[in-house]
């Protein structure tokens, strides 16, 4: 709490700094009102910025602000595949991790909105990167927020509201199909139905569905359309030579598709006040100071966990959506039911604080005594709250007086994020009602209660975490031409950073020491050195350092006489890179290497019925080797820019190599020198695995005025390959089971050859020997190593996961420009990688809900054309599980972002306050080309994805 | 301004860098830190005793004829029906017993170098105690492994596992071949002798003169040093009592039919160790009466003085308050979720109280009225159909007129699949329901006397004949009838269905594997019995069998239904060596059949 406070106080003494600086400044600078020149060809790369013409390649960027001229977006990474090449939706190249720095500072991504952002550099490439040390070794994400301007007050508001429409919900079978079916699949075991034609008849009849329920979760009963968010943005820029401010107050709440009981109540909603001042203090000291506040607060209703010996399970309406079947209870049964002449259930169920609208009572059995809807009406509700504040500040040396070109710059950032969760949670009574029947009406004649009615007066606080960040970073940068023709600069830094969390013991850590030496001759022949001394307090005394080079030539043949005087190219820039980086990312632990046991994590017996000892166990193995983890690297860039401009394209090729990823090889030690319980290993930590990974990106953009139309059009796209290239197979018997050189995102699984058609082609294939009793309607597998039994063993290669990416990405945008009108279109597109029709709408088996998959099943009737496996009420063991049966292909295209923007004319403007007035609206997420689009729209377990449709209004004052 | 940046490099200092340039201190600790701290080094032994074979509920009884159960996601369910292989294993004991051995080993490496106490004295009883723990448990350790391992080969060798008696660190050898089982079961006996030369018979506190022979020589005339060693609290732990019944266990197995061609243990052996053990109660007469009850001997359990065990059993728990057991197994009317389902196969093992088989002629069995008079620990073992269950004695029934998901096969996950519900090892006065929620105490059964009895009887049987005694004073004859008469079978015409068989060894051994089925079912033995008399494939392949019961105007229709198959292969009597260490070293054999 006490962080909340200081970042208060902080906060608040900052925001209102704009307001004196305003006092004391207009006054002075009246007329200078001339927009800065945007200076769109400098690029943020590390601790520095370099003019976009001089970039050596690895490096991309994307003007946010821009952007949002056209494209009005919510999330700051949000489909940016779409304009450049390399990033693959959440990753650089295919790697597995990517650090973001939001000023400099190691932050949140989803803590900034695209609004408060300048632009986003993307630093793929070893060279870009290898001064930020350890952390950074993976790519960086660099968000550069929007700062003041040397202008009078400018104040931006921006009002965007829209809707939420769900794309498709899953589609599962009502009570009667369910039950027939259900009855089928017992059957099949060979038990007998158990479900009467009867029962059947009266829960598909629908004249009581209150004895006979079914129960759709998808019905407007529960959900409505769509729901709402609404946001509102106020900025305020301006500033004059000596002083310039930035503040940006936003606000914005959405809403939930559940529309009963207390969940009609959900909400997100999140308030931000984001500002920065820069002031020249005297001729050669700039400083700057930047602060930011968020709060969220999501507010739910309290779900019943349906496993409480399960930590990980997560429940919510969408699980329950998914695993309740429809004929097993009616949530609410209307009062009138109950007999008249029941006096002891009425007095039983007006005791219930919980009687909904006046005239239902909530209805269970004894087995589901609990369930999400009665949940949403009694179970109370929570909210669920974070506050981050981030404070950072620099100040910048011209050192020119020492020695012209060479500047001191200095940063340091505090962040705080706090949250917790506070709950009122309720308990409730259901009550099960016994069905009778008198002349022909149905009533219920006696109530049992399950449960209590218990409310809670005061709420539960719950998952308190806290978060701080402290970050230091100096740097000397030194940049100077000599003779006109040399063109030389260096920069110096030490940085470093940690972040502290609660519940986790170590801090993460970063420090490094880094130089970086460039020269260049004419702009025409580059040359770039850098090199890093990282540190990391992973490994032992002696392993603790190291050092990661990176040279990168590059060669404007765009200048070359040969070219020079080109009518096709304007540019042509070369670059090739090679680099080492050290890091010590996904090393989760300190003292990984050292041999160690412990006992005081040991685990409890006891004897004499209360004396107890704790084991002491082998925590690992010793290995005093264990050291960094090296991206071998190996890139080459190609920009150019072809007829006046009309084409830029910026292509790399690279092809990189992660050596010494540490694992435990448990081939090499016997498996006893490893337990689960107590959690104990004997076995080392080991610098072992290599990936490799090898590909292309490429962003083309063409530009060219037609007549009245301002056309853009961007192409950008990624083509990767990984390949393990070293791993511990010993566990594997077989060639086709090794991983080594394999995809690193392999889906492993059995090769499916149809259904088992009947007794004799069972008895003919190799024994399936994954439990039950394999039946005609099962699924027959190919025997891979001949030895006629299907096992594990004969698992292959199935398809790429696409876990770090898909093998390819591919972005297109349009922009088309007509007087004061913009029409903007977003395409992405994701191909090469596979999925596995895993979850429970598509494993169908013991008591699982039925969707409408299962009506494919195989049957004696239908086995020709039979898409889906016979139903079972066990365990489908030798069914449901990783096979290319269930294999579907995630290649998609997106139409992901669709806008219409007009600007209102200025000559209409003139006599009215605004400076600067639009108004657009868009879709989000329209559309998805894909021969599997059914699977990949659809969301099991989860709430729906949606079409987002939005009406924005921009204004400048 | 020069200042401000002090402020800042400062605030930076103070607020700490851990982690950043050194690791932040962590208690990593290496194994010499035992040496000084008795406490650490006992940790390392307390392994062998975290990792102890032994459960709490029925595992593998469900991948046998007696019983089933309704989770269709359990690992000896789809063993059973075929998934059993050298790469999936659910009775695999291969890297726990072996991981225990190493912390066993390391224990007994470092044992003497330990300062358990500083009196010199003390230190020896000390360490004569922990040493003959660890000798103990590994020799227990080992006979699982030979248990669940020990098995022959494709060119007929009876194979054990590795013995392993030094630490094992990660520039060992570990390509090395598998012991004889003969080899396994000479070191499991080394191991005992020195445990039972070390081990007090049990823990407990002793008078000055009292203090044993060994100790006075020593100096030790003070029984509060004694019993600061062995003294009363010491009760759980292993024991020289316990080690001695370890050894029956060994004996039984390597004398059994299964391994016998391979080892040099006779019958004879295995009953005389058994009776070494019995004879510490004398025999017969030291059978405790109500041991056939002993989990729902609630006054006893809940009167026990710590670490005491009732007469009936040699080494059990701690004693746990809870109510998993009942939650599990109890029929979902009483809120739990009716996992174990007994088959019909077991409840026919049970015979009438007349003492005869209910195949047997002079059985008077009617199947109309199939539980009446029967044998009483059908009903104190298996909730048939209309019994009662639960804190308030509802009725549960399981026949298919039953209005709730008691009743068979009406709810997947919770109704059982047999007719029948578990009624072994539960406690009645527990109370799953939620509302509720009562505990009550239960312990494991680990060792009993009843299974030390049922191996001699077995052994005798083999070794001397039904009758024979072979010097012990007691026969197989009187140890069954006396089993039996206390359960209540016989017990009103003299049992003359024992009489009947005592005139053949044949006869007897069934009767004997079939108390033995009955006693200690439920209890994790059958999987292995079975196994190791060597009884017929199709016997281990026997179809789970339930009761389907219907109400016909008044009276009840009893229909056999078949519930599950079971899928064992020829090869299927000994369990397989892991399928990945095979691949890891070649030297290791595989039993034959496995690959």
Request: hydrophobic content about 25%; aromatic content about 24%; charged content about 15%.
């Given at each position: 709490m006490k962080h909340i406070q200081i970042g208060f106080i902080l906060f608040a003494s900052f925001v209102l700094l704009p307001f004196f600086i305003k006092a004391q400044t207009t006054a002075e600078n009246e007329t200078d009102t001339i927009d800065k020149v945007k200076q769109d060809t400098l690029v943020q790369v590390a601790f520095r910025e370099v003019a976009k013409s001089n970039l050596l390649g690895g490096v991309s960027v994307v003007d946010v602000e821009d952007l949002m001229n056209k494209n009005y977006h919510t999330y700051s990474l949000e489909n940016m595949e779409g304009y450049i090449g390399g990033w693959n939706g959440n990753l650089l190249w295919g790697m597995d991790d990517r650090l973001v720095l939001i000023d400099g500072v190691p932050r949140d991504a989803d803590n900034v909105l695209p609004s408060e952002i300048e632009d986003i550099t993307f630093l793929k490439g070893a060279s870009a990167v290898v001064l930020y040390g350890s952390r950074a070794a993976k790519g960086v994400i660099y968000i550069t927020t929007k700062r003041g301007k040397a202008q009078p007050l400018q104040v931006n508001v921006r009002v965007n509201t829209g809707f939420h429409v769900s794309k498709s919900y899953p589609k599962y079978l009502n009570s009667a199909e369910y039950m027939t079916l259900y009855n089928e699949a017992l059957v099949n075991d060979g038990r007998d139905p158990l479900y009467s034609q009867e029962d059947i008849y009266n829960h598909a009849s629908g004249s009581n569905p209150y004895r006979y329920p079914n129960v759709d979760f998808y019905s407007s009963d529960y959900l409505q359309k769509a729901y709402n968010r609404t946001d509102i943005l106020t900025e305020l820029v301006g500033g004059n030579e000596r002083a310039q401010y930035y503040t940006n107050i936003g606000y914005y709440r959405q809403g939930d598709f559940l529309n009963f009981g207390e969940a009609a109540n959900n909400y997100d909603e999140r308030l931000n006040v984001r500002g920065n001042v820069d002031v020249k203090l005297n001729d050669f000291i700039d400083a700057y100071i930047n602060a930011n506040a968020t709060f969220y607060t999501s507010r739910g209703i309290n779900y019943t966990d349906s496993d409480p010996d399960d930590d990980e399970n997560v429940d919510n309406y969408w699980t329950y959506a998914a695993s309740m079947r429809p004929n097993r209870i009616a949530p609410l049964v209307p009062?009138?039911?109950?007999?008249?002449?029941?006096l002891s259930a009425l007095s039983l169920v007006n005791n219930s604080s919980n009687i909904i609208d006046g005239k239902y009572f909530l209805a269970g059995t004894q087995v589901d005594n609990k369930n999400v809807f009665a949940d949403s009406y009694a179970g109370g509700y929570n909210k669920w709250k974070n506050r981050q504040f981030q404070f950072d500040t620099g100040i910048d040396f011209d050192l020119q007086n020492f020695l012209q070109g060479l500047s001191f710059h200095t940063q340091f950032a505090v962040d705080y994020a706090t949250s917790f969760t506070s709950a009122y949670e309720n308990e409730y009574a259901v009550y099960i009602p016994r069905w009778y029947n008198y002349n022909g009406d149905d009533v219920i004649g006696e109530l049992e209660k399950e449960g209590n009615d218990e409310k809670s007066g005061n709420p539960d606080f719950s998952d308190e975490n806290y978060r701080q960040t402290i970050a230091f970073s100096g740097w000397f940068d030194y940049s100077t031409t000599v003779n006109n023709n040399h063109n030389i600069s260096a920069v110096l830094v030490a940085t470093g950073y940690q972040q502290a969390e609660s519940g986790v013991y170590h801090n993460t850590a970063n420090a490094n020491l880094g130089l970086q030496l460039s020269y260049n001759f004419k702009n025409k022949y580059y040359t770039d050195l850098a090199g890093a001394i990282v540190h990391s307090a992973k490994f032992a005394e002696g392993n603790r350092n190291a050092f990661s080079p990176s040279v990168t030539l590059g060669w404007r043949m765009g200048q070359e006489n040969f070219l020079s005087n080109s009518s096709v190219i304007d540019d042509l820039i070369l670059s090739v890179s090679g680099s080492v980086l050290h890091t010590d990312m996904s090393?989760?632990?300190?003292?990984?290497y050292a041999g160690s046991f412990n006992q005081s994590d040991g685990a409890w017996w006891g004897w004499y019925d209360g004396a107890a000892e704790r084991s002491t166990n082998a925590i690992q193995g010793e290995n005093e080797d264990l050291t960094f983890i090296k991206r071998k690297e190996l890139s080459a860039n190609l920009r150019t820019s072809l007829w006046k401009n009309t084409i830029n394209a910026d292509a790399s090729f690279f092809m990189n190599s992660m050596e010494g990823m540490v694992t435990q090889?448990?081939?090499?030690?016997?498996?006893?020198?490893?337990?689960?319980?107590?959690?104990?290993?004997f076995v080392p930590n080991v610098n072992y695995n290599n990936d490799q990974r090898m590909g292309i990106d490429f962003s083309v953009n063409y530009n060219k005025d037609l007549g009245d139309v301002d056309l853009t059009l961007g192409v950008s796209g990624t083509y990767y390959t990984t390949e393990a290239t070293r791993r511990d197979d010993t566990n594997y018997e077989y060639d086709y089971q090794k991983r080594q050189g394999k995809a690193v995102d392999g889906i492993w699984g059995l090769e499916s050859a149809g259904f088992f058609q009947n007794q004799s082609d069972i008895d003919n294939s190799?024994?399936?020997?994954?439990?039950g009793t394999v039946k005609p309607g099962d699924i027959k597998y190919v025997d891979q190593n001949n030895d006629n039994v299907i096992d594990s063993?004969?698992?292959?290669?199935?398809?790429?996961?696409?876990?770090?990416?898909?093998p390819f990405t591919l972005g297109v945008n349009v922009t088309a420009k007509w007087d004061n009108l913009t029409f903007f279109v977003l395409g992405t597109g994701y191909f090469g990688a596979y999925a596995m029709k895993d979850d429970n709408y598509h494993w169908v088996y013991g008591d699982r809900k039925y969707s409408e998959v299962v009506r494919g099943r195989w049957t004696e009737e239908t086995k020709g054309s039979a898409t889906y496996p016979r139903l079972t009420t066990q365990s489908g063991s030798n069914n449901f599980r990783n096979s290319d049966f269930w294999l579907y292909s995630t290649d998609r295209f997106n139409i992901a972002k669709v806008q219409i923007t007009y600007d209102i004319p200025k000559s209409l403007l003139q006599n009215i306050f605004f400076k600067e007035l639009s108004a657009y609206v868009s879709g989000s997420n329209l559309l998805t080309i894909s021969p599997e689009r059914e699977t990949l729209e659809m969301e099991v377990t989860n709430a729906p994805q949606t079409r987002f449709y939005n009406l924005g209004v921009k204004a400048v004052f | 301004m020069k200042n401000i940046i002090k402020i800042l490099v400062l605030l930076f200092l103070v607020t700490g860098c851990q982690d950043v340039f050194t690791p932040e201190i962590e208690n990593i600790r290496g194994l010499d830190a035992m040496h000084q701290e008795p406490t650490y080094a006992q940790g390392i032994l307390a392994n062998a005793y975290i990792l102890l074979p032994y459960s709490n509920s029925p595992n593998s009884d469900l991948a046998t004829d007696d019983a089933v159960t309704n989770d269709f996601e359990n690992d000896y369910l789809s063993m059973a029906t075929g998934s059993w292989s050298s790469d999936n294993n659910p009775t695999s004991q291969w890297q726990g017993r072996r991981n225990a051995i190493q912390y066993l080993n390391i224990f007994l490496a470092n044992a003497d170098d330990v300062v358990w106490a500083k009196d010199e004295v003390i230190r020896t009883m000390f360490n004569d105690r922990l040493k003959g723990e660890a000798y103990g448990l590994r020799a227990l350790q080992m006979y699982h492994l030979l248990l669940s391992h020990g098995g022959w080969t494709e060119d007929g060798r009876l194979l054990g596992v590795p013995i392993v008696t030094e630490p094992e660190d990660k520039d060992s050898e570990f390509n090395v071949p598998r012991n004889t089982f003969q080899e396994c079961v000479e070191q499991i006996m080394a191991d005992i002798d020195k445990a039972l030369e070390l081990l007090p018979l049990d823990y407990g506190d002793v008078s000055d003169s009292e203090v044993p022979q060994k100790y006075q020589e020593l100096g030790v005339t003070n029984a509060s040093d004694y019993n600061r060693v062995n003294g009363n609290h010491m009760r759980g732990r292993i024991s020289g009592r316990i080690v001695e019944a370890v050894r029956s266990q060994v004996a039984l197995l390597a004398a059994s039919p299964s391994y016998t061609d391979g080892t040099e243990m006779t019958w004879e052996d295995a009953a005389n160790y058994a009776a070494i053990v019995l004879d510490r109660i004398n025999g017969v007469s030291g059978m405790d009466d109500d041991g056939w009850t002993w989990f729902a001997n609630t006054g006893e359990i809940d009167g026990l003085g710590s670490g005491v065990t009732p007469a009936e059993i040699i080494w059990r728990s701690d004693i746990s308050q809870s109510n998993d057991l009942e939650t599990d197994n109890f029929p979902p009317s009483q809120y739990g979720n009716g996992r174990v389902n007994p088959t019909q196969n077991l409840v026919d093992a049970f015979p009438m109280a007349n003492g005869y088989p209910i195949n047997h002629p002079s059985s008077n069995f009617d199947a109309s009225s199939p539980y009446d008079n029967r044998d009483p620990r059908l009903t104190n073992y298996i909730v048939i159909n209309e019994s009662t269950q639960g804190p308030n004695d509802a009725v549960v029934v399981t026949g298919t007129y039953g209005d709730n998901e008691d009743a068979i096969n009406r709810e997947s996950g919770l109704s059982t699949r047999t007719g029948y519900y578990l009624r072994k090892l539960l406690r009645s006065d527990c109370n799953p329901n939620p509302e509720y929620d009562t505990e009550q105490k239960h312990y494991t059964a680990r060792i009993r006397y009843t299974e030390i009895f049922l191996a001699y009887a077995e052994a005798a049987n083999e070794a001397w004949g039904p009758t024979g005694t072979g010097g012990n004073g007691y026969s197989a004859y009187d140890v069954i009838g006396a089993l039996r008469q206390r359960a209540g079978v016989g017990n009103g015409n003299g049992d003359p269905y024992l009489d009947e068989v005592a005139g053949s060894k044949d006869q007897m051994r069934e009767l004997i594997r079939n108390e033995r089925r009955l006693e200690l079912c439920f209890e994790n033995h059958r999987f292995w019995d079975l196994r190791r008399w060597n009884v017929e494939l199709n016997k281990l392949n026997e179809t789970a069998l339930g009761m389907q019961i219907a109400e016909t105007g008044g009276g009840k229709e009893y229909e056999t239904i078949d519930v599950e198959p079971r899928m064992y292969k020829d090869y299927m009597y000994h369990g397989p060596i892991p399928y990945q260490e095979i691949l890891k070293w070649d030297n290791l054999e595989q039993n034959a059949g496995w690959n």
């Open positions: 009062l009138s039911y109950i007999d008249g002449n029941a090393i989760d632990g300190h003292y990984e090889p448990m081939g090499l030690y016997p498996n006893y020198f490893f337990t689960y319980y107590p959690e104990a290993s190799p024994t399936q020997t994954f439990g063993r004969d698992e292959v290669f199935l398809g790429k996961g696409g876990w770090y990416g898909n | -």
